[in-house]
C-alpha cells in the first residue's frame, strides 16, 4: 500500500516539478561553489607565491649588502623561527649541488629539479613548482631564483593553509549543499503544490459532478493565472454542458407531452373508425386524418431536429455571403398571394444588397416563419412591413403587423417550444416556429426581439453579425 501510494507520488506533476526544481537550484549551487572554489584557491596559492618572492628579493639584497655568510645564517634562523616543517631552504650552486641548507630532516625526499635551474641560466628570474610528497597531507610550493652571481636559492613552503582552505571548504561544501537540496525540494514541493492546487479544484469538481449536480462550479480567484483561466474555461465548458443537458432534458419532456396528443389523436380516429365505420368514405376520412395528423407530426419532428441542429451551434452551419436584402425581397414574393388571400398589405422595404454570412437555408426559413406569423395573426384589412437594414458590423430585420398582439404575460414565452397564446388557438400551427426562429438567429450570433400591443400589433427585430463569431 505504501509502495503503492509511493509510486503514485512518483507520477504527480508537484512530484517532477519539485525534482527539476531541486536540479536546476543544486546544479546552479554548484557551478556558484566551482568558480568561488577558483577565485580562493588562485588567491592563496597568490599569496603564498607573493610570500616566496618577497623572501627571495629579501636575501637577495642581504647577499649583495652583507655577502653569503650572512644570507646562510639568516636564512637558517627564519627556517627554524618558522618552523621545521613550515618552510626549508637551500643555496645551490649552478650545477645543482648544494652548498648549504636549512634543517632538511624533514624535507629530505625533495630533490634539487635540474629543469628548474637550466631554465633560470637560461635567463628565467625565478621558477615556481607544486609537488606533492608521498604519505604526507600537505603539498609544497617551491621557488627557484638566482640570489647573486652563481647562487641559486631553492626556497619551499608547506602549503598547509591551503590543504586546510581545501578540507575547511570541502566540509563546509558538503554541509550547505545537503541543507540547500533538502531546503531546495522543500520549497519546491510547496510551490509546486501551490501552483497545482488549482488543478486540483478542477479535478475535484470534475469528479464531483454528475449527471444530477451539474451546477458546481470550480471557485474562480481574481488573480488571472493560468489556473484561473483553466478554471474559467472548465465553468464555461460546464455552462454549455448544462444547456445542452437541459435543452436535452426539455427535448425529451416536449416529446413526451406534444408528440403524444397528435399519436393518440390517430389512434382514436382509427379505433372509432374501425369500430363504427361501414362505408369506404368513412375510412377514406379516415385516411385522410392520418394522413392529416402524420404531416403535422413530421412537420414537428423536422422543426424539433431543425431547432437542435441550430442550438448545436456554428460547427452545423454553412458559412456563406448572404444578401439578406435578396431573401427578404424572394421571400414577400411568395408570401404575397397569401396576404393577398387574407385582404392583408404586405410591404418590404429593403436596400438594394445587405451581406453577412450565415446559413441561407436557416436564414430562409426563419423569414419564412416570422412572415407566416405576422399575416397568420393578422386579421384581414391589416397590413405587414417588413424591412430590412444594416450598420458597421449588423444587419437587421425587422416584420411589423397590424395583427392579434401578445399580451404582456405571454410575450416572455413565445420563444419557448411549443408555446401557443391563448387568443392564437383558433390558429393552425404548433408552437415550433419561433423557437427556431430565435435558435437560427443565435446560431449566427445574433439575436431576436418582440414587442407587442394587444389589438394593434407586433414588431419582430433581428439583428445578426455580419461576420459569423469563431467557434467556442
Ligand atoms: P405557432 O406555430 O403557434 O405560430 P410560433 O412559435 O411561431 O408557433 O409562435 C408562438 C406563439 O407566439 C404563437 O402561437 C402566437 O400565439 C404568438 N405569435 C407569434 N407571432 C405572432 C404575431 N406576429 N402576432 C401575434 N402573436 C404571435
Same mark, same amino acid.
Given at each position: ?24 537550484f543544486?546544479?546552479s549551487?554548484?557551478v ?6 577558483l577565485?580562493?584557491t ?8 607573493q610570500e !616566496?618572492l618577497?623572501? @627571495?628579493?629579501q #636575501?637577495?639584497?642581504?647577499l *649583495? +649588502?652583507? &655577502?653569503?655568510d650572512? %644570507?646562510r645564517r639568516? /636564512?637558517?634562523?627564519?627556517a627554524?623561527a ?18 648549504s ?6 624535507w629530505?625526499?625533495i ?5 628548474a635551474?637550466?631554465?633560470l641560466?637560461?635567463?628565467g628570474?625565478?621558477?615556481f613548482?607544486?609537488?606533492a610528497?608521498p604519505?604526507?597531507r600537505?603539498k609544497?610550493?617551491?621557488l627557484?631564483?638566482?640570489i ?7 626556497l ?16 563546509i ?9 533538502? !531546503?531546495?525540494?522543500v @520549497?519546491?514541493? #510547496?510551490?509546486?503544490r501551490? *501552483? +497545482?492546487a &488549482?488543478?486540483?479544484? %478542477?479535478?475535484?469538481? /470534475? ?5 444530477r449536480?451539474?451546477?458546481?462550479r470550480?471557485p ?7 489556473i ?11 455552462d ?12 425529451r419532456?416536449?416529446?413526451a ?11 382514436g380516429i382509427a ?7 361501414k ?9 385522410a386524418?392520418?394522413?392529416e395528423?402524420?404531416d403535422?407530426l ?12 441550430a442550438?448545436?451551434?456554428l460547427?452545423?452551419?454553412?458559412r ?5 436584402a435578396? +431573401?427578404?425581397r ?5 408570401f ?11 410591404s418590404c422595404?429593403?436596400p438594394?444588397?445587405s451581406h453577412?454570412f450565415g446559413d441561407?437555408?436557416m ?6 416563419n ?7 395573426y ?5 397590413s405587414?412591413?417588413?424591412?430590412v437594414g444594416?450598420?458597421?458590423a449588423?444587419?437587421?430585420?425587422t ?8 399580451s404582456?404575460k405571454d410575450l416572455?414565452?413565445i ?6 397564446c ?9 408552437g415550433?416556429g419561433l ?14 426581439t ?9 414588431i ?9 463569431p469563431s467557434?467556442?
Amino acid at each position: 500500500m505504501c509502495s503503492g501510494k509511493l509510486s503514485r507520488l512518483r507520477h504527480t506533476l508537484a512530484f517532477r516539478l519539485t525534482l527539476w526544481y531541486a536540479g536546476i537550484f543544486t546544479l546552479s549551487s554548484l557551478v556558484a561553489f566551482f568558480f568561488f572554489y577558483l577565485l580562493v584557491t588562485s588567491d592563496i596559492r597568490e599569496r603564498t607565491d607573493q610570500e !616566496l618572492l618577497g623572501q @627571495v628579493s629579501q #636575501f637577495s639584497t642581504l647577499l *649583495a +649588502l652583507e &655577502g653569503i655568510d650572512t %644570507v646562510r645564517r639568516v /636564512a637558517i634562523t627564519e627556517a627554524q623561527a618558522a618552523g621545521v616543517k613550515k618552510i626549508f631552504f637551500r643555496l645551490l650552486y649552478p650545477n645543482g649541488q648544494a652548498f648549504s641548507s636549512s634543517n632538511m630532516s624533514y624535507w629530505k625526499d625533495i630533490s634539487i629539479r635540474r629543469i628548474a635551474i637550466e631554465r633560470l641560466l637560461e635567463g628565467g628570474s625565478y621558477v615556481f613548482e607544486t609537488i606533492a610528497i608521498p604519505q604526507r597531507r600537505h603539498k609544497v610550493r617551491i621557488l627557484y631564483s638566482l640570489i647573486g652571481p652563481g647562487i641559486i636559492l631553492q626556497l619551499g613552503q608547506s602549503m598547509e593553509s591551503y590543504s586546510r582552505f581545501i578540507e575547511a571548504f570541502r566540509t563546509i561544501f558538503i554541509a550547505t549543499m545537503v541543507l540547500l537540496i533538502i !531546503l531546495a525540494a522543500v @520549497v519546491g514541493w #510547496f510551490m509546486a503544490r501551490r *501552483a +497545482l492546487a &488549482g488543478v486540483e479544484a %478542477v479535478t475535484r469538481t /470534475a469528479q464531483s459532478i454528475s449527471g444530477r449536480s451539474l451546477e458546481e462550479r470550480v471557485p474562480v480567484k481574481p488573480t488571472g493565472d493560468e489556473i484561473d483561466q483553466l478554471a474559467t474555461t472548465f465553468n464555461q465548458m460546464l455552462d454549455r454542458i448544462q444547456t445542452l443537458v437541459t435543452s436535452i432534458r426539455e427535448m425529451r419532456d416536449n416529446i413526451a407531452h406534444d408528440l403524444r396528443s397528435p399519436i393518440t389523436r390517430i389512434r382514436g380516429i382509427a379505433e372509432v373508425t374501425l369500430t363504427t365505420g361501414k362505408s369506404l368514405a368513412e375510412y377514406e376520412a379516415m385516411a385522410a386524418n392520418t394522413i392529416e395528423e402524420c404531416d403535422r407530426l413530421l412537420d414537428m419532428i423536422n422543426t424539433m431536429l431543425m431547432i437542435s441542429k441550430a442550438e448545436a451551434g456554428l460547427d452545423h452551419l454553412i458559412r456563406e455571403k448572404v444578401d439578406l436584402a435578396g +431573401l427578404t425581397r424572394e421571400a414577400c414574393k411568395l408570401f404575397e398571394p397569401t396576404a393577398e388571400d387574407n385582404g392583408i398589405a404586405l410591404s418590404c422595404h429593403a436596400p438594394d444588397r445587405s451581406h453577412f454570412f450565415g446559413d441561407t437555408r436557416m436564414i430562409q426559413r426563419m423569414l419564412s416563419n416570422l412572415l407566416d406569423n405576422a399575416i397568420k395573426y393578422t386579421p384581414p384589412g391589416g397590413s405587414v412591413n417588413v424591412s430590412v437594414g444594416e450598420n458597421d458590423a449588423q444587419v437587421f430585420l425587422t416584420i411589423k403587423d397590424t395583427g392579434i398582439g401578445i399580451s404582456p404575460k405571454d410575450l416572455p414565452h413565445i420563444f419557448e417550444r411549443f408555446y401557443r397564446c391563448d387568443q392564437s388557438r383558433a390558429q393552425t400551427g404548433i408552437g415550433l416556429g419561433l423557437s427556431l426562429a430565435g435558435a437560427i438567429a443565435r446560431a449566427h450570433g445574433g439575436d431576436i426581439t418582440a414587442t407587442s400591443t394587444p389589438n394593434q400589433g407586433s414588431i419582430f427585430t433581428v439583428t445578426l453579425p455580419k461576420s459569423l463569431p469563431s467557434h467556442s
